[in-house]
């Protein structure tokens, strides 16, 4: 029961494939050359856990769901190691999953000597 008719796409193929208008042109007079570039380290805007991170100092904890505590503690743990918190070198990061109050705490522990 093959049949060789095509059916029209409930997506509008057709018109997925029709150009919109022509490309946009590029001002060459506005593109400046630069030879010093640096390319910045890690990301260039901020991630949304950096205010938080940043409040932190060894031996702090930050109070969550047991849900999000590994979540947390991997991402402390990735920018401790990339040194993004100044305050935070050396120290290693411990994870509580279920607090006798019933939330997940994740600890930033200075290293022991």
């Given at each position: 029961?093959?049949?060789?008719?095509?059916?029209?796409?409930?997506?509008?193929?057709?018109?997925?494939?029709?150009?919109?208008?022509?490309?946009?042109?590029?001002?060459?007079?506005?593109?400046?050359?630069?030879?010093?570039?640096?390319?910045?380290?890690?990301?260039?805007?901020?991630?949304?856990?950096?205010?938080?991170?940043?409040?932190?100092?060894?031996?702090?904890?930050?109070?969550?769901?047991?849900?999000?505590?590994?979540?947390?503690?991997?991402?402390?743990?990735?920018?401790?190691?990339?040194?993004?918190?100044?305050?935070?070198?050396?120290?290693?990061?411990?994870?509580?999953?279920?607090?006798?109050?019933?939330?997940?705490?994740?600890?930033a522990v200075s290293k022991p000597a």
């Amino acid at each position: 029961m093959n049949t060789s008719k095509k059916t029209a796409s409930v997506f509008g193929l057709a018109s997925a494939r029709k150009n919109n208008g022509r490309p946009k042109t590029i001002d060459p007079d506005l593109l400046v050359v630069e030879h010093d570039y640096k390319l910045p380290k890690g990301r260039m805007v901020e991630g949304k856990f950096d205010a938080l991170f940043r409040q932190m100092r060894p031996g702090s904890a930050v109070k969550c769901e047991p849900s999000e505590v590994a979540t947390l503690c991997n991402t402390l743990r990735k920018a401790i190691q990339a040194e993004k918190y100044p305050a935070l070198a050396g120290c290693v990061v411990r994870q509580v999953t279920r607090a006798p109050d019933g939330r997940g705490r994740v600890v930033a522990v200075s290293k022991p000597a």
